[in-house]
Structures are given as structure tokens and as C-alpha cells.
């Protein structure tokens, strides 16, 4: 099994690179479900990825791929000390989002076979 780990940093509406990061995330869970194992960490502005009620007027919807991608057994964490500067740290997260720290990132690092950068 090939365990993949995705950062991200860029905003979710302020280009694309985070929802193509999660897209592609979605892809490989979609066609090599048993042969992958994902985790997300969000860092930066991508922290915005994980809060619930994402409606942007037109174009992609960041809180519905992440919903998908959750719902496939992927595990996404958001980074703490980020949540907090942007004062977004008792802000409401998408079911399964959690917060994490430098360590779980550490850790997830050693971990992963991969790790992929947006």
C-alpha cells in the first residue's frame, strides 16, 4: 500500500492549487482505493479548506471534495497555530477535519512513502 501525504498551503479560493491537490487526492482513493492510503495537512491560507459552510458563487467547491475525500477514509488535519492566527480556531470544521501540530506533520512525514506538495 503506498501511504501518500498531501500539504497544502495555498488558499482554497485564491487559486486552485488546493482543490486540485484534493481532487487528485479524490482521484487516487477513487481508482486505487486499496492500494493507497491518504492523509491531508493544511497549512497556511489551505486552513480555510476545512471549515463548513464553503458556498462560493460559481466554480469548484473546496468543502465538498474535502467531504468526499473524508468520506473515503482519508484523514485531514488542519494546522493549529495557523487556525489561530487567522482567528478561524473556534471556527466550525467539516466532519472529519481535525486540528494538528508540527508533530502530527513530523510524524505523518516519516510515515509516508510520498509526500506531495500544493
Known sequence: MQ??????NESPYGSEKSFNALRFAVNLQEEHGKEVDIKVFCFSD???SGL???NPNEGS???QVMEIL???????????????????FEAKLIDGVTRGTLDDVSNWTLWADKVINF
Open 3 to 8: 501511504k501518500i501525504l498531501f500539504i497544502l
Open 52 to 54: 463548513v459552510g464553503q
Open 70 to 88: 473524508i468520506a473515503q477514509g482519508a484523514e485531514v488535519k488542519l494546522c493549529t497555530s495557523c487556525t489561530k492566527a487567522r482567528g478561524l
Open 46 to 48: 489551505s486552513v480555510l
Open 61 to 63: 467547491n473546496v468543502q
